[in-house]
Every structure is written in structure tokens, then in C-alpha cells.
């Protein structure tokens, strides 16, 4: 089992940018999911076990940027241009597979326990 914890989260006015990071136990591609209240879990972003190969929800293409760092087997998620509807628990994820990449969520089978990011308005 391959243990991820998240730290970055925190209360942002909109406009404003926050950086998420995701260490984790083993090495393999890496997505961002996020869920607010009252709605499904649902795709961010993800990156390749190299880190050459990204992809992106619509949402937050251009204003959202995924990377990671081997060295520190750490992902990183950089939000800027914050809106009121980033507001939501944010998780990252990992895909033990041999997939590329994923935007499927039961793809991934280990999971942080997640970082609440709050974007006023």
C-alpha cells in the first residue's frame, strides 16, 4: 500500500493562488481529483511516472499546472487565477498500474486523505 500525504490547502480570495503537494511512498503516474459539498468526486489533473506527460479538466486548464519532483517522490499541483468554484476537499492519487495516465477515478487505487482549499469571493 502506497501511502500519499497532501499539505497546501488553506482559505484564498479569489484571483488568488495556492500550491498543493502530494508526498508519496512509491513512484507511478499521479492524478488531482477534487469534491465540494454535495457533488461527485472529479478529475483535476494528472501526470506521467516520468513527469513528461500531463493532462487537464476543461476547469481548470491554463490557470492549473501539475508537476512533480522524483528526487522527493513528491507531486505538486500549482492553482493560480482561483475562482469561488475551486472550492472543494482536494485529493491526489496514485495509479500503481502501468498506465500512462488517467482521468478515470477508479483507475487509482491509493489515495491521501485530502486538503481543503476555500476560495472567497
Known amino acids: 500500500q502506497v501511502q500519499l500525504v497532501e499539505s497546501g490547502g488553506g482559505l484564498v480570495q479569489a484571483g488568488g493562488s495556492l500550491r498543493l503537494s502530494c508526498a508519496a511512498s512509491?513512484?507511478?503516474?499521479m492524478g488531482w481529483f477534487r469534491q465540494a459539498p454535495g457533488k461527485e468526486r472529479e478529475f483535476v489533473a494528472t501526470?506521467?511516472?516520468?513527469?513528461?506527460?500531463?493532462y487537464y479538466a476543461d476547469s481548470v486548464k491554463g490557470r492549473f499546472t501539475i508537476s512533480r519532483d522524483n528526487a522527493k517522490n513528491t507531486a505538486y499541483l500549482q492553482m493560480n487565477s482561483l475562482k469561488p468554484e475551486d472550492t472543494a476537499v482536494y485529493y491526489c492519487?496514485?495509479?500503481?498500474?502501468?498506465?500512462?495516465?488517467?482521468?478515470?477515478?477508479?483507475?487509482?487505487?491509493?489515495w491521501g486523505q485530502g486538503t481543503q482549499v476555500t476560495v472567497s469571493s
Open positions: 501526470i506521467s511516472r516520468t513527469g513528461s506527460t500531463t
Open positions: 512509491g513512484r507511478a503516474s
Open positions: 492519487a496514485l495509479d500503481s498500474s502501468l498506465r500512462v495516465l488517467s482521468t478515470r477515478l477508479e483507475n487509482y487505487d491509493n
